[in-house]
C-alpha cells in the first residue's frame, strides 16, 4: 500500500466502515423494475432517506416525458419513475458530478426477487452488483468524505430510475447537472469480477420504424396493395448489411402484419445500431436515411421513424485517460490494482462524456452474470470499492486531474 495522508487515511477508514452490506440487502429486497412504478417509488424513498446523511437537499424530480411505438403503429405515452436529484456545496471551487440508478431490468413479476448466499463472500440476488450495491458504495464514499473537511468540493448526486431502458426520461437532469462539472463517477459495476473498469463505450441508438403500406384482397387485387411487412423485411436486409468494424446492427423485431387473405398495411421494425465513434454514428445515420428512402420510393410505401442514438460513443480522450490514471493510482496506493478495457455495453456514463466532462462509469462493485438470475455481488469488494472511491474525490477535491 502507497503512502497516504493522515486524512486520507480517515476517510478510506471511515468509507470501509459504513454499513454497507445491510443497505444491499435491504435495497434488494425492493423490487425496483424500471416499469414498476410502485417499487420504484419505495426503493426512490429509501433512497431519500439514506442520502438525507448528506449536507444539502435531497429532492425527487420528475421525469421528462417519454413515448414510445406500440405494436399497433401508435405513438404512446411511457410512464417512468422519479429521480433523486441532490446538490451540496454549488459554490465550492471544485465541482464533481455522481450518478447511479435505483432500477433494475427485474419487473414486479419476474422469478428472481430473492438475495441468497452462494458461499461465504458472495450474494447473489436481483441488483446486488447492478447497481444497489454502486449506489452503497457511493454513499459510504461521500458520507467519509463529509467528516474530512473538504469544503472546497461541491458536488450534484443523480439516482435515476430508468438506466437500464436508456434514461430517456432522466437524460436532461442528467445533462444538465454535467455542466460545468471537473470529472464524474458513476456506480455501475466493474467490467469483470476482478475490479477491471469499463473504458472506451459505443453509442447506442434504438428505432422504431413504422411502415404504412396498403391493404388489398391477397387473391382479387393484390397489385393494388403494398406489402409493409415485406417492405419492414427489405430494411431490415438493408440494415443487416450496415455492419462494420466499429457498427454492430441488430434488426430485433418485425410487429404488424395482417391475416393470411389480406395485403398487410402496417409493419413496425424495430431495430439497435451501437457505433463506436461519432464518425461512425454519423455514418450510420447517413444510411438509416438512405435505406429509409430506398424503400419508400421502391415499394411506394411511407415510412416514419421513432428513436435515435440515445447513447452517444464514449471514446477514451486525453481527459479520461488522466482520470482513469487518477483511479488507477489512488488503487495502487490501496493495493488495489486497477485496469481497464474497452467495453460494448452502454450506460450513463455515455451521456456523461457526450457533455464534455470526463467520467469513470465503474466504480461500483466487483460482480458479474449481471441481468440474470445468476447476478452475484463479491462482498469484500464493498469495502474495496467505498475506499477506492473516498481517496479518488479526496485527490480530485485537492486538484489532481
Partial sequence: MGALTSTEQQAVGRASAEPMLEQVLAWSAVNSGSRNLDGLA???SLLGDAF??????????DPAPVDAVDAAGKTIAIAHGRNLHLKVRPEAPVQLLFTGHMDTVFGVDHAFQETRWLDEGVI?????????????????????????????????????????VGSLGSAPLIAEAARGKKAALTYEPSALP??????????????????????????????????????????????EAMRQPGLSVNPARIDGGSPSNVVPDIAILRVN?????????????AMIDEA???????????????????RPPKPMTPEAEALFGLVKQAGSDLGQAIGWQSTGGVCDGNNIAACGVPVVDTMGVRGGKIHSMEEFLIVESLKERAALSALTILRLAGGAT
Fill in 42 to 44: 419505495r426503493m426512490a
Fill in 52 to 61: 438525507s446523511a448528506l449536507p444539502g437537499s435531497a429532492v425527487l424530480v
Fill in 273 to 285: 445500431m451501437r457505433p463506436a465513434t461519432p464518425e461512425l454514428q454519423r455514418i450510420a445515420q
Fill in 194 to 239: 476482478d475490479g477491471t473498469l469499463a473504458g472506451a463505450r459505443p453509442g447506442s441508438g434504438n428505432f422504431a420504424i413504422t411502415i404504412h403500406g396498403r391493404s388489398a384482397h391477397a387473391g382479387r387485387n393484390p397489385e393494388d396493395g403494398r406489402n409493409a411487412l415485406t417492405a419492414a423485411a427489405h430494411l431490415a436486409l438493408l440494415f
Fill in 292 to 310: 429509409i428512402a430506398l424503400v419508400s420510393s421502391e415499394r411506394e410505401v411511407q415510412i416514419h421513424i421513432h428513436g435515435g442514438f440515445a
Fill in 124 to 164: 447473489n440476488g436481483p441488483g446486488t452488483a447492478d447497481m444497489k450495491g454502486g449506489i452503497a458504495v457511493m454513499l459510504a464514499a461521500l458520507k467519509a468524505i463529509e467528516t474530512s473537511g473538504a469544503t472546497n468540493l461541491g458536488y450534484e448526486v443523480i439516482i435515476n430510475s430508468d438506466e437500464e
